[in-house]
């Protein structure tokens, strides 16, 4: 997405708990860096005095943020898996958005994009916590669209299915064979898809708003429902 933006012409300041790639990619755009963890609020809250000393307005704020972790039915489930999932999917968003929302005010209009997921609006078992963080993203979005109605703030949700990312890695644990029978027999989406709906949400005319964007792979038709081939 980063490079994506990049290749728009936009000035990018970076954001990630992963200071080494993080590093790297800002080095290759000539962009701004500054680690962050979102879990983190006082990591948040120096992530935006950063910013502001560098930008006092800012544009658009992509809260991309988010993991899953675990696949256990509700009974079996580990505290610390949900714990994780909702201080980064939804507390993160949450103080997140608070936080910039007076830099994005101070520009003459200005965009936010939260990543969500089909998850947000469908169930499936062994996803309890990660598909309750992101119903609540959902919520979230929608709650911003109304409250910042009649500001020049546009609010977009991204609802991406099945992506070839880091996501299953995580979710597994680094079971590389699961994470990688995840994606077996079909054609995931790539994190450049997700850049391209990102890029054209945030470059519409100013008076046009996406309010979301749901995009799957052709193979996949619901969260449970993937066409395989042998």
Known sequence: TARALAREGFTLVLGAR?????AGVA???GAMAIPIDVRDLTSIQAFVRAVEARYPAVEILINNAGLAAGLQPLADGHDDD???MMETNVLGVLRMTKAMLPLLRRAPR???VNLGSVAGFEVYPGGVGYTASKHAVRAITRTLRLELLGEPIRVTEIEPGMVDTEFSLVRFKG???RAAAVYQGMEPLTGADIADCIVWAVTRPPHVNIDEM???PIAQATVRDVARKA
């Open 18 to 22: 992963r200071e080494d790639r993080l």
């Open 27 to 29: 080095r290759d755009l």
């Open 82 to 84: 949900w714990v994780q």
């Open 110 to 112: 200005a965009h936010i």
């Open 175 to 177: 079971d590389q064979q």
């Open 214 to 216: 749901v995009v799957r």
